[in-house]
């Protein structure tokens, strides 16, 4: 076997396609901020998918987060850990795999 398909081998359990949806409540007026502008709040959690992404487990949107923290200026990204990576490489054998999301903003005066 050649190293490409040994490398396609190692890397290909580790691919996913998630699904995280970054976008506002209904009817709510929300500013997106920048990277430097402090925040109030922080919430840092992680989503977990089955079959490689296609089909959310524990999912948490941050609209949901927005809404309950009633957060007028926010931020939102996903991210890959090394956490992620980590238990990635464990569950990704019986396809399950982890997505990191971080949700921070400032709360309405």
């Known amino acids: 076997m050649n190293k490409l398909a040994v490398m396609i081998l190692i ?3 580790l691919a996913g396609c998630f ?3 970054l976008i506002a409540p209904d009817n709510a007026e929300i500013q ?3 990277s430097e ?9 992680r989503n977990w998918y089955l079959l490689w992404g296609a089909f959310p487990l524990y999912v948490t949107q941050p609209e949901e987060l ?7 200026e926010v931020r939102a990204q996903t991210k890959d850990t ?3 990576a980590i238990i990635s490489f464990f569950s990704a054998q019986i396809s399950l795999l ?3 999301v971080v949700v921070e903003g400032n709360y309405a005066r």
Not at 66 to 72: R, S
């Open 82 to 84: 090394v956490m992620d």
């Open 19 to 21: 699904n995280t949806e």
């Open 11 to 13: 890397v290909l359990p």
């Open 66 to 72: 927005i809404k309950e923290n009633n957060l007028v």
């Open 32 to 34: 997106v901020i920048s």
């Open 98 to 100: 982890p997505q990191t």
């Open 37 to 45: 502008k402090p925040v109030a709040y922080q919430k840092q959690y």
